[in-house]
């Protein structure tokens, strides 16, 4: 799937896409439990994922400058004649708007992404982030925390918290957790080779948080994964911070 990264990136930079799902990292960290196929129709990039939650295939929105009416119209005249039908996921309001009566659109309220200023987490403001700042507090108060560079030098110590978080919370018993942290592992084994960067957080002297993320578009970061040692208080709002 490497051969198609530059073409993807290519295409999610002229898109500016909305969605999480839309960088090639996603795509290509969680390819093993959700297999990704890629074709093209006339000038449109398409991305078919097979979604481990409902083992559906489900159509992202198309990466292409035509407009998006005429591409799904099309499309689904090739699934009527294929006696089929053509589920779109991840698809934004701007998207939805264009689509025809044909398609009904339904809310997949369970995994809406969700959208903060980077300025209110770093600085917490109000009382809608008090409790965040108190368990910081007490995390920085009980801890000597101390932040690093997500680089090649702090990658097996993130792995060690990985396979640590694992078998806390026993991930091999879990289909999601597993897929979950196999997507992390390719994430690290393939970390200078993908756009993604990170931090992450010494405690008394050992890696106990890390969080990855990458562009999604001009003015949007999307956080792929964050962890911390869940018996720790505090950590997780400090490594999110």
């Given at each position: 799937m490497f051969e198609d990264?530059?073409?993807l990136e290519a295409l999610f930079r002229e898109m500016q896409p909305q969605i999480s799902e839309l960088t090639f990292t996603n795509l290509y960290v969680w390819n093993e439990a959700e297999p990704v196929q890629l074709s093209r129709y006339n000038k449109t990039a398409l991305i078919q994922r097979r979604r481990i939650r409902d083992e559906k295939n489900?159509?992202?929105?198309p990466l292409t400058n035509e407009p998006i009416p005429t591409v799904q119209e099309d499309l689904r005249k090739v699934a009527v004649a294929n006696h089929s039908e053509i589920l779109l996921y991840g698809i934004d309001s701007k998207v939805a708007?264009?689509?025809?009566?044909?398609?009904?659109?339904d809310p997949d309220r369970d995994n809406w992404d969700y959208v903060y200023l980077s300025s209110d987490l770093a600085d917490l403001p109000g009382d809608k982030y008090h409790a965040k700042r108190n368990f910081i507090t007490r995390c920085l108060a009980d801890h000597k925390c101390e932040y690093a560079k997500l680089d090649a030098s702090v990658v097996n110590d993130c792995l060690q918290l990985q396979t640590e978080w694992c078998n806390l919370r026993q991930c091999g018993s879990m289909p999601s957790l597993e897929a979950e942290n196999k997507a992390i592992k390719t994430i690290f084994d393939k970390y200078p080779r993908l756009a993604v960067f990170g931090g992450a957080v010494y405690v008394d002297g050992k890696l106990e948080a890390f969080t990855l993320a990458e562009p999604l578009n001009n003015d949007t970061a999307v956080i792929h994964f964050e962890k911390a040692n869940p018996q720790i208080t505090g950590l997780y709002q400090l490594i999110n911070q």
């Open positions: 990264k530059a073409l489900v159509l992202l929105p708007g264009q689509l025809s009566a044909r398609y009904r659109v």
